[in-house]
């Protein structure tokens, strides 16, 4: 290939790659660039004007509400993980080690994604019956006679959100770990079982080591999307769980944009630490 | 042998998994029936009915309740999410193909594009409505804001889509045209085109459904109640007492996201066909 052709593809790549960059400088980057920029906005009752000032970040350390929602945010977060591993774990392994066959290995995992198809937001709504106090689980608990009372503490609570987040998020976390076992080479397996490794040796010692990067994924992608929630918890808790994202929802509700601003830059902070601690456990692009 | 037990209970329990993740599906499938307009949210089922279904379409009586607000917004979101398809795999078939060639600061390109899968809707929506609301100054509409931030986070996901089905692609279909001297543009759209029509496919796909269903960035991004989305209309419920008409809603839609999906089974299958009879009669010839 001349020189000139060389050239020429190159400004084909430059002029291919152009409007993507520039959408997602102006409607991602720069956005978030806002968000850190009118945090030190002075605020107002109605207004809000440029003038730099650090009054919304010291409201935001000196109130109660929003610290509290900070602690709530990583709280349930941790909680939320932790049960979405969990609950998710022995679904991958099933699906990924266990089942012999591609083709059912791949149905299962179209099974787990069929719930997907119907709205977040009526997913959501659908724990309400489900946790209430006359709700499809008190109902089949009484009959079965294992409570006498209807469990009140299901609906409305901390319980219902974290409940609501790991049915919706789990899925996440089953895909990615499922899909890094299915890759293991059943050799190592067998070689291990004839040297005399019982199964336990060998999930601590091949499986799960294995199978770790899926992990990471999979606590990333949940990580995100629990710590950017607010539609579930404020639909399962009554308003009585407050998360960092609530919080943005109703100071621009009243017209807070500094505050709102601080908490999303507290928000994205958070969200950066998160994923670099995870990305520090394995790296990435070694094993992908 | 462990796995002679330990397989049987790990299939049990990815029984019970199903079933919590269908869990809240039946339940609402179930109370959609519940009889109205008297009847709640709730169980037991006082009587089985269709009410809340003809609540939907208009067909019954005017009562207390009022019907789901979702005509117009239903509208709407499949107007932004036809648009955003469209945005969001061009963007993301021009950027895939870019990445076929190195080029500096690729890496850099790469991890800008995805950010937008990744960041939550909350903040790209806070984001956005500040840079138009307080520094731009101009009204968040449906169609503007809202659509940016839509194409933003699905635009990631037709990218990654095409680059998966780039990586695999045989490249010398490609040059065998060029040194044919077809010009690079004409060899797009009758050679690469049809190869990488069923990741466009997925691509659309991918984008139609997660802008249909997008919330977030909705909330922050579109204007007041001229300019909601379904899922803006579905949400003002949340704050009033809710009643079976949206679980009824609910089950209506994922009945049509079937439909969707069978769609795109039906086209994907009909070029798998086309490719398959293509190859034949290159054989025979």
Redesign the interface.
């Known amino acids: 290939m001349t020189d000139v052709t060389v050239a020429s593809?190159?400004r084909?790549?430059?002029w291919?790659?152009l409007?993507?960059?520039v959408?997602?400088?102006?409607?991602?980057?720069?956005?978030?660039?806002?968000?850190c920029y009118?945090s030190f906005?002075t605020q107002t009752t109605f207004n809000?004007s440029p003038t730099p000032t650090l009054a919304s970040w010291k409201q935001f350390f000196s109130s109660d509400t929003y610290t509290g929602a900070l602690w709530t945010t990583v709280r349930i977060w941790l909680i939320v993980l932790a049960m979405t591993f969990i609950?998710g774990y022995?679904?991958a392994?099933?699906?990924g080690l266990?089942v012999k066959s591609k083709t059912l290995s791949t149905v299962?995992l179209v099974?787990?994604v069929i719930?997907f198809?119907?709205?977040?937001?009526?997913?959501v709504?659908?724990?309400?019956?489900?946790l209430?106090k006359?709700?499809?689980i008190n109902?089949i608990l009484q009959k079965l006679h294992i409570i006498s009372q209807p469990i009140e503490v299901l609906l409305f609570t901390e319980l219902s959100v974290v409940i609501g987040m790991t049915?919706i998020y789990?899925?996440f976390m089953v895909g990615p770990i499922a899909f890094m076992l299915g890759r293991i080479d059943r050799n190592i397996i067998e070689a291990a079982r004839d040297l005399g490794a019982?199964?336990g040796r060998i999930f601590w010692k091949i499986i799960f080591p294995l199978s770790l990067p899926g992990v990471v994924v999979g606590a990333?992608f949940v990580s995100?999307?629990v710590?950017?929630e607010?539609?579930t918890s404020?639909?399962l808790s009554g308003r009585k769980v407050n998360l960092l994202?609530n919080i943005?929802?109703t100071q621009?509700g009243s017209l807070k944009?500094a505050m709102?601003?601080v908490t999303?830059v507290i928000?994205?902070v958070v969200?950066g630490m998160v994923?670099a601690a995870f990305l520090r456990i394995v790296d990435l692009k070694q094993e992908l | 042998m462990?796995?002679r037990v330990?397989?049987p209970i790990?299939?049990v329990?990815?029984v019970a998994?199903?079933l919590?993740?269908?869990?809240?599906?039946f339940?609402?499938t179930i109370?959609s029936f519940q009889q109205g307009p008297d009847g709640g949210?709730?169980?037991?089922i006082t009587e089985w009915s269709l009410y809340w279904y003809k609540q939907i379409f208009g067909l019954t009586p005017p009562s207390r309740i009022a019907p789901l607000p979702v005509g117009e917004a239903l509208v709407r979101s499949l107007i932004l999410a036809f648009m955003t398809m469209v945005t969001a795999t061009v963007?993301?078939v021009?950027?895939a193909?870019?990445?076929?060639?190195k080029?500096r600061g690729s890496t850099f390109?790469f991890y800008?594009?995805v950010?937008?899968m990744?960041?939550?809707?909350?903040?790209?929506g806070?984001?956005?409505?500040?840079?138009a609301?307080?520094?731009i100054g101009i009204t968040r509409h449906w169609y503007t804001t809202a659509f940016?931030?839509h194409?933003?986070y699905t635009?990631p996901f037709a990218?990654l889509v095409m680059l998966a089905i780039l990586n695999r692609f045989d490249a010398s279909v490609e040059e065998a045209a060029w040194s044919l001297g077809v010009k690079?543009w004409t060899t797009f759209r009758k050679v690469t085109f049809p190869l990488i029509f069923p990741g466009v496919l997925s691509a659309m796909l991918f984008a139609f459904?997660l802008s249909l269903?997008e919330?977030?960035r909705s909330?922050?991004a579109a204007g007041g109640s001229e300019d909601q989305t379904?899922?803006l209309a579905?949400?003002g419920t949340?704050s009033v007492e809710?009643h079976p008409n949206?679980?009824a809603?609910?089950v209506l839609?994922?009945l049509f996201?079937?439909a969707l999906?069978s769609v795109y089974g039906i086209l994907m299958a009909m070029s798998v066909r086309r490719a398959r009879k293509l190859a034949m009669q290159e054989d025979i010839a």
Not at chain 1, 125 to 130: E, K
Not at chain 2, 41 to 44: H, I, R
Not at chain 2, 118 to 124: F, H, I, K, S
Not at chain 2, 126 to 131: A, M, R
Request: aromatic fraction near 18%; proline fraction near 7%.
């Open positions: 593809k190159r084909g790549s430059t291919l790659i409007p993507g960059v959408w997602m400088a102006l409607f991602m980057v720069v956005p978030i660039l806002m968000i009118v906005w809000i609950i022995p679904t392994l099933f699906v266990f299962l099974i787990c719930p198809w119907t709205s977040f937001l009526i997913r709504l659908a724990w309400r019956p489900m209430g006359e709700g499809a109902i049915q789990c899925v019982g199964f990333i995100v999307m710590l950017g607010f539609a404020g639909a994202g943005i929802v621009v944009w709102a601003s999303g928000l994205t969200m994923i | 462990e796995s330990l397989k790990l299939a329990y990815v998994f199903i919590f993740l269908y869990g809240p599906f339940v609402l109370i949210p709730q169980f037991p963007l993301g021009m950027s193909q870019a990445f076929r060639r080029f390109v800008m594009i950010l937008g990744m960041v939550p809707g909350v903040l790209t806070l984001g956005t409505s500040l840079l609301n307080n520094v940016a931030t194409v933003a635009y990218f690079p459904t269903d919330f977030p909330l922050f379904l899922p579905i949400y949340f809710i949206i679980f809603f609910g839609t994922t996201s079937f999906l």
